[in-house]
């Protein structure tokens, strides 16, 4: 079973995502709370992903306790639910180590399969977020850019990748978890997960989501489609 926790500030929307994902019959939401609760929720249900508000009053805002849930010694995967795709608020919770990012008003289908990608290790932006948060990047950059995200130190840390790990990077790129990487590439899980390791290391990236953008910079994945 793919186990989830839900923070959000309504207990509507709570329930209602509850009732979607419950209704899969291999996901089970262990925690529903809101921002000021999540952190005690998620310690103690230890959930495979963790589904955030990406906008809650006061200071247990979703980047806040994005924070707070990534710093946690065995973190778990945290996917932003967003009811708008503001790129520069994207690219700060990417930054902060989300997962994924959908829409609140996601097909019912469509978030199902995310959440299990997500739990799995993968990495999910629906079409319009993903848009927001690439444009972002290929426009801007982040407010702490990192030398992989200037054109030149990019292509150079990418030209260190071996074939193998530029053939990860491209799976990674388009939100494969390890274990469907391991069968595209016909190698363990262990040896991905060395890999994606590697990828990270030379990019200089913070995490898969941030590998998954420098692919996009440099043409290695196709960017999400407009709407």
């Known amino acids: 079973m793919v186990q989830v926790a839900i923070v959000d500030d309504e207990a509507l929307v709570r329930a209602a995502l509850r009732s979607i994902l419950e209704s899969s019959g291999d996901i089970r939401v262990v925690a529903d709370c809101d921002g000021h609760q999540a952190l005690a929720a998620v310690s103690a249900a230890r959930p495979d992903l963790v589904l955030l508000d990406?906008?809650?009053?006061?200071?247990?805002?979703?980047?806040s306790v994005l924070r707070a849930?990534?710093?946690?010694?065995?973190?778990?995967?945290?996917?932003?639910?967003?009811?708008?795709?503001?790129?520069?608020?994207?690219?700060?919770?990417?930054a902060a180590g989300a997962s994924?990012?959908?829409?609140?008003?996601?097909?019912v289908g469509t978030l199902i399969d995310a959440v299990r990608i997500l739990a799995a290790g993968g990495t999910v932006f629906t079409p319009t977020v993903g848009r927001a948060v690439v444009d972002g990047y290929l426009g801007e950059g982040p407010a702490d850019a990192a030398p992989e995200s200037v054109p030149g130190a990019r292509d150079a840390a990418i030209a260190t990748l071996t074939d193998r790990e530029r053939a990860v990077l491209r799976l990674l790129a388009a939100g494969?978890?390890?274990?469907?990487?391991?069968?595209?590439?016909r190698i363990s899980v262990g040896t991905v997960k060395d890999h994606v390791r590697s990828v990270l290391r030379?990019?200089?990236?913070?995490?898969r989501v941030a590998a998954a953008v420098v692919a996009h910079q440099a043409g290695l994945a196709r960017l999400p489609e407009r709407p």
Not at 57 to 62: E, S
Not at 69 to 94: C, G, I, K, N, Y
Not at 100 to 107: E, H, P, V
């Open 69 to 94: 849930l990534r710093a946690l010694q065995d973190p778990p995967a945290v996917a932003m639910l967003t009811a708008f795709d503001t790129s520069a608020h994207l690219r700060a919770a990417m």
């Open 176 to 185: 494969e978890p390890n274990a469907a990487i391991a069968d595209e590439l």
């Open 202 to 207: 030379k990019l200089g990236a913070p995490n």
């Open 54 to 63: 990406a906008v809650m009053p006061g200071p247990d805002d979703g980047l």
């Open 100 to 107: 994924g990012f959908l829409l609140k008003d996601t097909a």
